[in-house]
């Protein structure tokens, strides 16, 4: 089946299996590798995608569903004043380890700030529990979306 | 000379934060075949017969008989096959493959294979093992190790005693979940085997590589890629499945890749040893003068690590504290569960909680407070451990303890008994663990370090130790860059290739950071010296122990380990009165784990560890039933949340390690192992009970509760 949807500001179309998951379309056909496979079942939050600017685990929805959406993964996001704002924050916070969540977190981090720009750390914990982290201990990634927060003031509240 | 303690900015982070980071499973190839693992449907069975589906052109089917060398994958005791022979002896375990080009016709292919098996009486826990009425699993009682030490007169102490104390604690299973699934690429190419993976050991998995193939060393390459956390769950292991995707790819000449999903990750990879804890304490005078205490490990199917994980546990049973007559006994027993394995601690984590409630108990049965009791009984400086080692640098676990102590505000909250309508309680741990390598263990690895200054002046480190999230990518370049006097950013420090990097050992037990990090800083002042600009200088150095360890592996006496970190946690939990959930609210650490090579990385560490340390307390269940485990995926097995992770507060002591780099010693580890006991006291508080067993869950404590109330 011929699917179109929007991804990362282009029009793109795929011929596949609407019952396919998204995160494999991403990935395979199109080689987003920044959307990553880390359970598979919804819990992770490795694979998280926007969608319609909704925060989505791309490993739970079929292909077929984002027919005519907007799809928006890190790598569409990569250019944005946003993102740079959040990715040097990241790095002066110490909220990566293994890397493997960060992307994800990266993308729950950016759907709060649009939503709240100036979250309290109860808000911030609660958008990022569908995000799971092994290494951190959450702690310092939290300190990495306060500091993009307060950074970022202005972009927020566009 | 800068501040090596400084934070500066991850080196790995950018990549990783943009997505850009490959981690195995991102490399794609055309033509890459795919490998789907058929495993035992049985805990212990005889394989009587395999019906294979027919295969269309393109996919086959790899098993033992394609194994070119041996089918054992290379560890202490070389027991574990990669590839089931006639028995099989856990759920789960590897019997055949099946690659092919379409993932998804490779699943329907491997779940159309039809095994029959004939079963034989299964052993599942420490009890039956010990027992030993079934047919054994291994040897002829079902240990894979049973060892023994002594220090002064146990005997005599418990003659003398006043009162004796026996106390049998209970841990369970934990499982890494390290957020990068396990999973390799293999590839055969002009009589070569490469392999590309996550993993911790280049080198095991080379070695390993070379007794399945038989082919000389210089036929086997194996290439770490960007790994997403190990925690010890990607020591060992890897090799399992880095001779299965080689098989595929020697078989088939094409390019395999074999990643795990979560659920097999879940329910097929190593886990953390349950264990069984007997203390024996004899009591004069209010203090512990003798202890015996007798650890049990239900160790899974196959040997692996185990025998060292148990000397690790043995060697902590008596923890941070001097008991002047020890008795230990240790044995890893053989049950038909997935090999267990090494896990951040190795041991330590078990022993650690024992010993730690069981001073807990004491105390309270003596009318002491924990806290005095046990700083009472804390090592010195010059005093022997339990194995007879030497402690030669100074013990600083009184200033540790205060800084906690008024850090927390212990004993203000001591006094509290609910809050918030929850009953509120608060605990405190104190410990110790052993850097580097149990015992011999560095004595028989002879690591080696290079530096390449190269002719554009930059300098590469060629180790074999990885970056799995625990920063040597940074903190490494910043012990070399500093002895040399350059910038951090001359330094290159690429993922491992076994063609261009020497066996500095495997990255386990800290020793990337304390052994294998002071041997950098060794080398890095003879290229210092050597330094020629626009030449090419290498040096080289292999690893050797300080003279002064004697340690004699064979009676388990003298240093066990080179240098000690030490530590105290204290963690403050509220919980439901009537579900008894708990809830872990903050957590408070002070250690010594000698100079930190970046303070960011080090915090980092800290929450991280202790966070799975809390999780191993609590949250962490995963029961065994019916010869599989009843949690199978991350929905099932639960780990902490951002909602579930309390507030930490952190302070470092620093008493330096003279050979470690700028005087780091172990941290990774040390972390972890006195979060769950310093959770369980904390939970006892609340409660008003004493408790044996974590983790700690709300409907076993419901039932402790209305006992209580009877
Ligand atoms: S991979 Fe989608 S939530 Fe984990
Ligand atoms: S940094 Fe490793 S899982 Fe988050």
């Given at each position: 089946?011929?699917?179109?949807?929007?991804?990362?500001?282009?029009?793109?179309?795929?011929?596949?299996?609407?019952?396919?998951?998204?995160?494999?379309?991403l990935?395979?056909?199109?080689?987003?590798?920044?959307?990553?496979?880390?359970?598979?079942?919804?819990?992770?939050g490795?694979?998280?995608?926007?969608?319609?600017?909704?925060?989505?685990?791309?490993?739970?929805?079929?292909?077929?569903?984002?027919?005519?959406?907007?799809?928006?993964?890190?790598?569409g996001?990569?250019?944005?004043?946003?993102?740079?704002?959040?990715?040097?924050?990241?790095?002066?916070?110490?909220?990566v380890?293994?890397?493997?969540?960060?992307?994800?977190?990266?993308?729950?981090?950016?759907a709060?700030?649009?939503?709240?720009?100036?979250?309290?750390?109860?808000d911030?914990?609660?958008?990022?529990?569908g995000?799971?982290?092994r290494c951190?201990?959450?702690?310092?990634?939290?300190?990495?979306?306060?500091?993009?927060?307060?950074?970022?003031?202005?972009?927020?509240?566009? | 000379?800068?501040?090596i303690?400084?934070p500066?900015?991850?080196?790995?982070?950018?990549?990783k934060?943009?997505?850009?980071?490959?981690?195995?499973?991102?490399?794609?190839?055309e033509?890459?075949?795919?490998?789907?693992?058929?495993?035992?449907?049985?805990?212990?069975?005889?394989?009587?017969?395999?019906?294979?589906?027919?295969?269309?052109s393109?996919?086959?089917?790899?098993?033992?008989?394609d194994?070119?060398?041996?089918?054992?994958?290379?560890?202490?005791?070389?027991?574990?096959?990669?590839?089931?022979?006639?028995?099989?002896?856990?759920?789960?375990?590897?019997?055949l493959?099946?690659?092919?080009?379409?993932?998804?016709?490779?699943?329907?292919?491997?779940?159309?294979?039809?095994?029959?098996?004939?079963?034989?009486?299964?052993?599942?826990?420490?009890?039956?093992?010990?027992?030993?009425k079934?047919?054994?699993?291994?040897?002829e009682?079902?240990?894979?190790?049973d060892?023994?030490?002594?220090?002064?007169?146990?005997?005599?102490?418990?003659?003398?005693?006043?009162?004796?104390?026996e106390?049998?604690?209970?841990?369970?299973?934990?499982?890494?979940?390290?957020?990068?699934?396990?999973?390799m690429?293999?590839?055969?190419?002009?009589?070569?085997?490469?392999?590309?993976?996550?993993?911790?050991?280049?080198?095991?998995?080379?070695?390993?590589?070379?007794?399945?193939?038989?082919?000389?060393?210089?036929?086997?390459?194996?290439?770490?890629?960007?790994?997403?956390?190990?925690?010890?769950?990607k020591?060992?292991y890897?090799?399992?499945?880095a001779?299965?995707?080689a098989?595929?790819?020697?078989?088939?000449?094409?390019?395999?890749?074999?990643?795990?999903?979560?659920?097999?990750?879940?329910?097929?990879?190593?886990?953390r040893?349950?264990?069984?804890?007997?203390?024996?304490?004899?009591?004069?005078?209010?203090?512990?003068?003798?202890?015996?205490?007798?650890?049990?490990?239900?160790?899974?199917?196959?040997a692996?690590?185990?025998?060292?994980?148990?000397?690790?546990?043995?060697?902590?049973?008596?923890g941070a504290?001097?008991?002047?007559?020890?008795?230990?006994?240790?044995?890893?027993?053989?049950?038909?569960?997935?090999?267990?394995?090494?896990f951040?601690?190795?041991?330590?984590?078990?022993?650690?909680?024992?010993?730690?409630?069981?001073?807990?108990?004491?105390?309270?049965?003596?009318g002491?407070?924990?806290?005095?009791?046990?700083?009472?009984?804390?090592?010195?400086k010059?005093d022997?451990?339990?194995?007879?080692?030497?402690?030669?640098?100074?013990?600083r676990l009184?200033?540790?303890?205060?800084?906690?102590?008024?850090?927390?505000?212990?004993?203000?909250?001591?006094?509290?008994?609910?809050?918030?309508?929850?009953?509120?309680?608060?605990?405190?741990?104190?410990?110790?663990?052993?850097?580097?390598?149990?015992?011999?263990?560095e004595?028989?690895?002879?690591?080696?370090?290079?530096?390449?200054?190269?002719?554009?002046?930059?300098?590469?480190?060629?180790?074999?130790?990885?970056?799995?999230?625990?920063?040597?990518?940074?903190?490494?370049?910043?012990?070399?860059?500093?002895?040399?006097?350059?910038?951090?950013?001359?330094?290159?420090?690429?993922?491992?290739?076994t063609?261009?990097?020497p066996?500095?050992?495997?990255?386990?037990?800290?020793?990337t950071?304390?052994?294998?990090?002071?041997?950098?800083?060794?080398?890095?002042k003879?290229?210092?010296?050597?330094?020629?600009?626009?030449?090419?200088?290498v040096v080289?150095?292999?690893?050797?122990?300080?003279?002064?360890?004697?340690?004699?592996?064979?009676?388990?006496?003298?240093?066990?380990?080179?240098?000690?970190?030490?530590?105290?946690?204290?963690?403050?939990?509220?919980?439901?009165?009537?579900?008894?959930?708990?809830?872990?609210?903050?957590?408070?650490?002070?250690?010594?784990?000698?100079?930190?090579?970046?303070?960011?990385?080090?915090?980092?560490?800290?929450?991280g560890?202790?966070?799975?340390?809390?999780?191993?307390?609590?949250?962490?269940v995963?029961?065994?039933?019916n010869?599989?485990?009843?949690?199978?995926?991350?929905?099932?097995?639960?780990?902490?949340?951002?909602?579930?992770?309390?507030?930490?507060?952190?302070?470092?002591?620093?008493?330096?390690?003279?050979?470690g780099?700028?005087?780091a010693?172990?941290?990774?580890?040390?972390?972890l192992?006195?979060?769950?006991p310093?959770v369980?006291?904390?939970?006892?508080?609340?409660?008003?009970?004493?408790?044996?067993?974590?983790?700690?869950?709300?409907?076993?404590?419901?039932v402790?509760?209305?006992?209580?109330?009877?």
């Amino acid at each position: 089946m011929k699917i179109e949807f929007i991804l990362n500001g282009k029009k793109v179309e795929v011929n596949t299996d609407p019952a396919r998951r998204l995160l494999d379309v991403l990935r395979e056909d199109f080689g987003l590798i920044g959307v990553k496979e880390g359970c598979g079942e919804g819990e992770c939050g490795a694979c998280a995608v926007l969608i319609d600017g909704k925060i989505v685990h791309s490993c739970l929805v079929p292909v077929g569903n984002v027919k005519g959406k907007e799809v928006t993964t890190i790598e569409g996001l990569k250019d944005t004043e946003e993102y740079k704002v959040i990715h040097e924050s990241f790095l002066d916070a110490g909220s990566v380890q293994c890397g493997f969540c960060t992307p994800g977190f990266v993308m729950a981090t950016y759907a709060l700030l649009k939503e709240n720009p100036q979250p309290h750390e109860d808000d911030i914990r609660k958008a990022i529990s569908g995000n799971l982290c092994r290494c951190t201990g959450y702690s310092m990634i939290i300190d990495g979306v306060k500091l993009a927060a307060k950074r970022g003031e202005k972009l927020w509240k566009d | 000379m800068g501040d090596i303690s400084k934070p500066v900015r991850r080196f790995d982070a950018p990549e990783k934060i943009m997505g850009t980071a490959r981690y195995v499973d991102d490399y794609f190839e055309e033509e890459m075949l795919f490998v789907r693992i058929v495993r035992s449907t049985r805990p212990r069975a005889r394989i009587k017969s395999i019906k294979l589906p027919k295969l269309p052109s393109g996919y086959c089917v790899v098993d033992k008989n394609d194994v070119p060398g041996e089918n054992r994958i290379k560890m202490i005791f070389d027991d574990w096959p990669f590839f089931a022979e006639d028995v099989v002896n856990f759920y789960g375990e590897p019997i055949l493959a099946i690659a092919g080009p379409d993932r998804e016709k490779v699943y329907e292919l491997s779940n159309a294979v039809k095994i029959e098996y004939e079963d034989i009486p299964p052993i599942y826990t420490i009890e039956e093992s010990e027992e030993n009425k079934r047919p054994p699993i291994f040897g002829e009682n079902n240990l894979f190790a049973d060892y023994f030490y002594e220090k002064g007169d146990p005997d005599g102490a418990f003659r003398d005693a006043d009162q004796i104390v026996e106390e049998e604690f209970r841990t369970g299973f934990q499982e890494h979940i390290y957020l990068e699934p396990q999973g390799m690429i293999a590839k055969y190419e002009d009589g070569r085997i490469t392999v590309f993976g996550s993993m911790q050991c280049p080198y095991y998995v080379k070695n390993a590589l070379i007794k399945a193939f038989g082919f000389p060393e210089d036929r086997i390459r194996v290439v770490q890629t960007t790994t997403g956390g190990g925690f010890g769950g990607k020591e060992e292991y890897p090799s399992q499945i880095a001779g299965i995707a080689a098989f595929c790819a020697y078989k088939t000449g094409k390019t395999v890749k074999l990643v795990y999903d979560r659920a097999e990750d879940v329910e097929f990879t190593t886990k953390r040893h349950p264990s069984r804890i007997r203390i024996k304490g004899a009591i004069k005078d209010k203090r512990v003068v003798g202890i015996e205490v007798d650890i049990a490990l239900n160790a899974g199917a196959y040997a692996g690590l185990s025998s060292v994980v148990l000397q690790r546990a043995m060697f902590a049973a008596t923890g941070a504290y001097r008991i002047d007559n020890v008795r230990v006994l240790g044995k890893a027993f053989a049950t038909n569960i997935v090999p267990l394995g090494a896990f951040r601690g190795f041991g330590a984590p078990q022993a650690i909680f024992a010993i730690e409630t069981f001073m807990n108990h004491v105390a309270k049965k003596m009318g002491e407070d924990p806290v005095r009791f046990k700083l009472a009984h804390r090592y010195k400086k010059g005093d022997t451990t339990a194995t007879g080692g030497l402690l030669r640098s100074e013990v600083r676990l009184p200033e540790i303890t205060e800084k906690i102590i008024e850090m927390s505000e212990y004993y203000e909250k001591k006094k509290q008994k609910e809050k918030d309508g929850k009953l509120y309680g608060i605990g405190f741990s104190m410990f110790l663990h052993g850097c580097g390598f149990t015992g011999n263990g560095e004595e028989v690895l002879k690591s080696i370090a290079r530096l390449k200054k190269r002719k554009d002046d930059k300098v590469e480190i060629l180790i074999s130790n990885v970056e799995m999230g625990q920063g040597p990518q940074t903190t490494l370049r910043k012990v070399v860059a500093q002895v040399l006097g350059i910038p951090m950013e001359d330094v290159i420090y690429e993922n491992p290739d076994t063609d261009k990097v020497p066996d500095s050992g495997p990255t386990v037990a800290s020793r990337t950071a304390m052994i294998v990090g002071g041997l950098l800083y060794r080398v890095a002042k003879e290229l210092k010296e050597k330094w020629k600009e626009g030449e090419e200088v290498v040096v080289e150095k292999q690893y050797r122990h300080p003279e002064y360890i004697k340690w004699d592996q064979s009676t388990f006496k003298g240093d066990a380990y080179p240098e000690y970190s030490w530590g105290a946690n204290v963690i403050e939990v509220e919980v439901d009165p009537l579900t008894y959930e708990i809830e872990v609210k903050k957590a408070y650490a002070v250690f010594d784990l000698g100079t930190p090579l970046d303070k960011k990385i080090i915090e980092g560490q800290i929450h991280g560890g202790m966070l799975q340390g809390i999780g191993y307390a609590t949250l962490e269940v995963m029961e065994f039933e019916n010869g599989r485990f009843k949690q199978r995926t991350i929905t099932d097995y639960i780990i902490p949340t951002a909602m579930d992770a309390p507030l930490f507060e952190t302070d470092l002591v620093v008493e330096p390690y003279k050979n470690g780099p700028f005087g780091a010693k172990c941290a990774g580890e040390l972390t972890l192992v006195g979060a769950a006991p310093a959770v369980c006291a904390a939970v006892e508080d609340a409660l008003g009970i004493n408790l044996y067993e974590i983790p700690i869950r709300p409907e076993k404590l419901l039932v402790l509760m209305n006992k209580e109330d009877n």
